[in-house]
């Protein structure tokens, strides 16, 4: 997208091709793009392990059909939701647990009295 931008710009009389512009950026600029990993349920993961391994069982399989149809709905419904212009939908996630303070030493670890949670919007 940023390389389309570059070449609709007032520069795009000397643009210089996308693989010369992403080695620039990289290099020169230090910068990069991250694509995160996806979050798995702990059933996708199991199979996705036990896929790994070769070791499938019919029952892996069938949980791992019925989590894929469950994400499924929820698409559905999501899609379903934006149709609907009087509709609001908000997602959140609680994220890591953070021990308040952070400390390294195991006996004064489970000791800690304070946690944070981040719970976003």
Same mark, same amino acid.
Request: charged share 25%.
């Given at each position: 997208?940023?390389?389309?931008?570059?070449?609709?710009?007032?520069?795009?009389?000397?643009?210089?091709?996308? +693989?010369?512009?992403?080695?620039?950026?990289?290099?020169?600029?230090?910068?990069?793009? +991250?694509?995160?990993?996806?979050?798995?349920?702990?059933?996708?993961? +199991?199979?996705?392990?036990?896929?790994?391994?070769?070791?499938?069982?019919?029952?892996?399989?069938?949980?791992?059909?019925?989590?894929?149809?469950?994400?499924?709905?929820?698409?559905?419904?999501?899609?379903? #939701?934006?149709?609907?212009?009087?509709?609001?939908?908000?997602?959140?996630? !609680?994220?890591?647990?953070?021990?308040?303070?952070?400390?390294?030493?195991?006996?004064?670890?489970?000791?800690?009295? !304070?946690?944070?949670? #981040?719970?976003?919007?």
């Amino acid at each position: 997208m940023m390389f389309k931008l570059y070449q609709e710009s007032a520069f795009s009389d000397a643009a210089v091709k996308q +693989h010369l512009y992403s080695e620039i950026f990289d290099t020169e600029f230090n910068l990069g793009f +991250h694509l995160p990993s996806k979050d798995l349920c702990d059933v996708c993961d +199991h199979y996705r392990k036990a896929k790994d391994a070769g070791v499938l069982t019919a029952d892996l399989t069938e949980q791992k059909l019925d989590c894929d149809q469950r994400k499924e709905k929820a698409r559905e419904a999501k899609a379903a #939701n934006k149709l609907h212009s009087n509709t609001r939908v908000l997602t959140f996630n !609680l994220q890591q647990v953070l021990a308040c303070p952070k400390l390294q030493v195991g006996a004064s670890y489970y000791r800690r009295k !304070l946690n944070v949670y #981040n719970l976003t919007f």
